[in-house]
């Protein structure tokens, strides 16, 4: 087997361990998939200007996110149905992420419980919630505080599923019973993500609520409230102002609205609106170190990585997603080195060539 040295080797790989609907499921986007590949196409547009004789001897990618220590700026963006990549599903992720120094956001829709993930985790954990019921939020909620979760991440680009039509014409709702027949069983929901019924996808997660929703999501949980699915100023703005306390720009890998601005080409203007009030976090497209380093050059403290650890789990387990992060990591080092910024803390808008 070929050696996977990048994460586009990961790609090919993961493509002929998984079965075709898998595979269409978890690479999709909606509609045309303009912004799934325009996720991509920005930050090739983006140019960097890299400073030469500084000394980076020690050149070191830690940083800290909501006080844990990390040895990367890289997190794993939440993503549903790991079961269809590994048989032990999030319980094997969550373990690579850990042995990474990464950490995981855990999917409303994993296909284990969030206990037994989090059971098996000493790292950085935070869950995603959909809010489909408040009732079923608030029990979401207080199990995810009970298990040791140490933030709650808020999707708020989802009133409703978009059109996948990869899942549609493979007919995903069906085939996710035949090959993953537990999935979704440890949680709320029981169908599947990418279903073809427009009432499931309308339903999907709460096309009633409005920014309220954060102060209701307060008296249920004393965890920071993270908002996932930013991208603009105006929104970035009413996050800070209603509560939040974290947001992540997103234009949730380009499943959802298409044809809406990479995030980022969002985060300029939202990190010129917040303004330094609560951390920003990035996902999207970002498949090489260079891509971690342009996204925190125009001020994001982090970024999540959704597709790639899929693919690291389907090709590898927990390995894989171990490999696949340290890859990332190492080609993020090299980056710095050869832009002069030897920590974190030096990596700054300047690296940014504008056009
Ligand atoms: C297969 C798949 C399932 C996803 N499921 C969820 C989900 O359950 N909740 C959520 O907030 N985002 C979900 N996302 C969006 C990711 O959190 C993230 O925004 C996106 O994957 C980042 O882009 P990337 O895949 O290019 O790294 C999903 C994405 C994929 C590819």
Redesign the pocket.
């Known amino acids: 087997m070929m050696q996977p040295i990048n994460l586009h080797d990961y790609e090919m790989l993961a493509q002929k361990r998984l079965a075709r609907p898998v595979w269409d499921?978890?690479q999709g986007g909606s509609d045309d998939e303009i912004s799934l590949r325009d996720?991509r196409a920005a930050f090739a547009r983006l140019r960097l200007r890299p400073r030469v004789l500084v000394d980076v001897n020690n050149c070191n990618t830690a940083t800290s996110v909501l006080t844990r220590e990390l040895t990367m700026p890289i997190l794993i963006?939440?993503?549903?149905?790991h079961g269809m990549a590994h048989s032990q599903g999030e319980c094997e992720t969550i373990q690579g992420a850990d042995a990474a120094g990464s950490g995981m956001?855990v999917?409303?829709?994993a296909t284990r419980s969030l206990e037994d993930i989090s059971r098996v985790s000493h790292g950085l954990r935070w869950y995603?919630l959909?809010i489909r019921t408040l009732s079923e939020a608030r029990q979401l909620v207080k199990r995810a505080e009970v298990a040791g979760y140490q933030a709650i991440?808020l999707?708020v680009d989802?009133p409703l599923l978009s059109r996948r039509e990869r899942d549609i014409r493979n007919k995903m709702g069906s085939f996710q019973r035949t090959y993953y027949p537990g999935a979704f069983a440890g949680n709320v929901f029981n169908s599947i993500?990418g279903s073809i019924d427009d009432d499931e996808r309308a339903a999907y997660a709460g096309h009633t609520l409005t920014w309220d929703i954060i102060a209701w999501l307060r008296t249920h949980t004393s965890l920071p409230i993270i908002l996932?699915?930013i991208l603009t100023a105006e929104d970035a703005a009413l996050a800070v102002q209603y509560g939040a306390e974290g947001i992540i720009v997103?234009n949730?890998?380009g499943?959802q609205l298409d044809g809406v601005i990479a995030p980022i080409e969002a985060l300029p203007e939202i990190v010129a609106a917040i303004d330094g009030q609560c951390p920003i976090y990035l996902?999207?497209?970002?498949r090489r170190g260079t891509d971690v380093l342009k996204a925190l050059a125009l001020g994001a403290q982090a970024v999540?990585?959704?597709?790639?650890i899929?693919w690291g789990l389907a090709v590898g387990g927990s390995e894989g997603v171990k490999h696949v992060l340290q890859i990332l990591q190492q080609e993020l080092r090299s980056a710095m080195v050869l832009v002069g910024s030897p920590t974190i803390k030096h990596i700054s808008r300047s690296l940014i060539q504008w056009t």
């Open positions: 499921y978890y996720n963006a939440p993503t549903a149905a956001i999917s409303n829709d995603q959909y991440v999707t989802t993500n996932k699915g997103s949730h890998g499943r996902d999207g497209g970002i999540m990585i959704g597709r790639p899929l």
